[in-house]
């Protein structure tokens, strides 16, 4: 099997999708893995790296995705690069495609490409074990860009999360008590902050308490969010529904009830966000003010924390391109449930996109 790794080209997206360990794996397995000029130098891998591992150069975008039978890539691609993938092959990256923009799936469709989604690979259990490393990852960062927001210099209130002395933590709300959730309490608790998480699973707050005892915990009501919204200074938006449109749990009223230079950091943003007056933002300008209130909704965070990404994302991604390697892209979908509820579209037509609205084009969202 021919593998592509392109070099990513969305704006500050340094990650890769696959290091030079991943590629001496497949290489020795009788793989050609094509990867492209300066793929990897973001995440600190050289091509000379990837030449040793068994990689061969190319010093195009259009020659790896031509080359390829299989793409793997860690962002959506751009429209542009669409249009450079052969028909009937296959693709696989964070492909979100619940928020896509419909022009784009139509290429996908057209060309007959099997596309498989990071985030919604499953196992039995309901684990989705190559999500679970990027979502522990947003929520990690999500406490240190609360606090940089909440410095006078970034537009914020001038709090430190911890507080002082005599003078009282920071008040922040996690919405959602899942794997985003559970790795921001930790990060904000261990800022010093008081956290207090919502979520309408009881069996997920129960989880949250046993494992941080001084943490408060709510069901999630419409009632309780805007009765944290009121007092709190971060509000982070950390619920996900793999293959849907991210429900709208914060609208614009609620917003403007919050306190001046509050914070919202939409982790939900790559799945269209669960706050009303959230819109996708970059790396050079991660935050606006709309209502009073400061928003940080990038929707590639750790595409920042570049190595430590891309080490942890193949080591649970690897078994599935593994198998996708020795049986081939069809075969290994159709015998491995964890794989297919992964696919997006294939052989033309649209595959488990539940509650599946696409952007228009020129709508407000992900390119």
Excluded at 177 to 188: D, L, N
Aim: hydrophobic share 40%; charged share 25%.
């Amino acid at each position: 099997m021919n593998i592509g790794i392109p070099k990513e080209r969305r704006p500050f997206e340094y990650r890769v999708g696959l290091s030079p360990a991943g590629v001496e794996i497949l290489s020795q397995m009788g793989s050609q893995v094509y990867v492209e000029h300066e793929a990897g130098v973001g995440a600190g891998f050289s091509d000379r790296e990837y030449e040793k591992a068994g990689a061969r150069l190319v010093y195009s975008g259009e020659e790896v995705y031509g080359r390829a039978d299989l793409l793997l890539k860690v962002a959506r691609p751009l429209k542009a690069e669409l249009e450079w993938l052969r028909p009937e092959t296959a693709l696989m990256a964070a492909l979100h495609l619940a928020s896509a923009r419909q022009d784009k799936l139509d290429v996908l469709i057209e060309k007959k490409i099997t596309s498989i989604a990071y985030e919604k690979i499953a196992l039995a259990d309901g684990t989705r074990p190559v999500l679970r490393p990027f979502s522990q990852m947003c929520g990690a960062m999500a406490a240190s860009i609360a606090a940089r927001c909440l410095q006078n210099n970034w537009g914020g209130k001038g709090i430190l999360l911890g507080g002082m002395p005599g003078v009282p933590p920071a008040e922040v709300a996690i919405l959602g008590g899942g794997v985003v959730g559970t790795y921001a309490t930790q990060a904000f608790l261990g800022l010093g902050a008081h956290v207090t998480v919502l979520d309408r699973n009881i069996l997920a707050l129960q989880r949250i308490v046993d494992r941080f005892p001084g943490v408060s915990t709510m069901i999630s009501t419409r009632r309780n969010i805007e009765r944290v919204a009121s007092f709190v200074d971060v509000l982070v938006g950390a619920v996900l529904v793999p293959g849907e449109r991210t429900p709208l749990l914060v609208p614009r009223e609620v917003v403007r009830s919050m306190k001046p230079r509050s914070v919202i950091v939409d982790v939900d943003i790559d799945e269209g966000g669960s706050v009303e007056t959230a819109r996708p933002t970059t790396h050079d300008q991660p935050s606006f003010i709309e209502e009073g209130v400061i928003h940080y909704c990038v929707p590639n965070i750790p595409g920042v924390v570049a190595r430590t990404c891309v080490h942890s994302f193949v080591n649970a991604v690897m078994p599935f391109v593994i198998e996708m390697a020795e049986k081939g892209v069809e075969k290994a979908i159709d015998e491995n449930p964890a794989i297919e509820i992964a696919v997006g579209t294939r052989g033309g037509k649209l595959s488990h996109m539940g509650r599946f609205t696409a952007r228009k084009d020129g709508e407000d969202g992900l390119e």
